[in-house]
């Protein structure tokens, strides 16, 4: 990943700074894609969230706006802050009421016990190993005994190149070896635009979802 080790947070805000907050998609920001991640949608029809949802890494916003007008409950954390401005514009000019905040999410602070389940599209691939070890234990914290998380992060299938880790299948088995049991892990792909890349593609990717052991 080209992010920076010392704050990843103020690496992507820059790119969120590059226009307005104005409910419009971030063109620089090639993962903001205007609509829900696929992969999402295809959760929510399977029934895979509960009544109370957290996104964390929630960019712009799109899969919060959409889970809330499905009837969840949503709550989507960024820890970069013009990330959360673009969200909370969009849902004013979509009229959808939807909760989001700046936060970190290998902390969450102040959300222990608050979700039963947990979405994450596109966050982990961006953390390295020491930061995974502490989002991991706070999702763990922050979730209900049985909540299910689900992550959508780039494979190892996806050419090698600038951008986010392409992240293995051992990687997230051992990320989630203790404290989770693994239900479902195969791959899939993820719509955005890689670095260098002018089109939105279909990136090769992993659908993992683990459950929350009490």
């Known amino acids: 990943m080209t992010t920076p080790s010392t704050n990843p947070a103020e690496y992507f805000d820059a790119f969120y700074r590059t226009q307005p907050a104005d409910g419009t998609d971030v063109r620089a920001a090639g993962w903001d894609i205007g609509q829900a991640q696929p992969l999402v949608e295809e959760l929510e029809n399977a029934g895979a969230f509960g009544p109370r949802v957290l996104d964390a890494g929630c960019g712009t916003g799109e899969?919060?706006?959409?889970?809330?007008?499905?009837?969840?409950?949503?709550?989507?954390?960024?820890?970069?802050p013009t990330a959360i401005e673009?969200?909370?514009?969009?849902?004013?000019?979509?009229?959808?009421?939807?909760?989001?905040?700046?936060?970190?999410?290998?902390?969450?602070?102040?959300?222990?016990?608050?979700?039963?389940?947990v979405l994450d599209s596109g966050l982990f691939h961006t953390l390295g190993e020491a930061d995974r070890i502490r989002y991991v234990a706070a999702l763990h914290r922050v979730s209900v005994p049985g909540a299910p998380v689900h992550i959508l992060a780039?494979?190892?299938?996806?050419?090698?190149?600038?951008?986010?880790?392409?992240i293995t299948e051992t990687e997230l088995r051992e990320s989630f070896a203790t404290g989770w049991t693994v239900e479902e892990l195969?791959?899939?792909?993820?719509?955005?635009?890689l670095p260098g890349s002018e089109a939105r593609t279909a990136i090769p990717a992993w659908l993992f979802s683990a459950r929350r052991l009490g």
């Open 63 to 80: 899969n919060v706006l959409y889970l809330t007008t499905c009837g969840h409950r949503v709550t989507g954390i960024d820890g970069a």
């Open 86 to 117: 673009h969200a909370r514009a969009k849902a004013a000019r979509r009229g959808i009421e939807a909760e989001f905040a700046v936060a970190d999410a290998c902390e969450l602070s102040g959300y222990d016990g608050q979700f039963d389940s």
């Open 154 to 166: 780039v494979s190892s299938a996806a050419e090698p190149g600038p951008g986010p880790r392409r």
């Open 186 to 193: 195969r791959p899939a792909t993820m719509l955005g635009k």
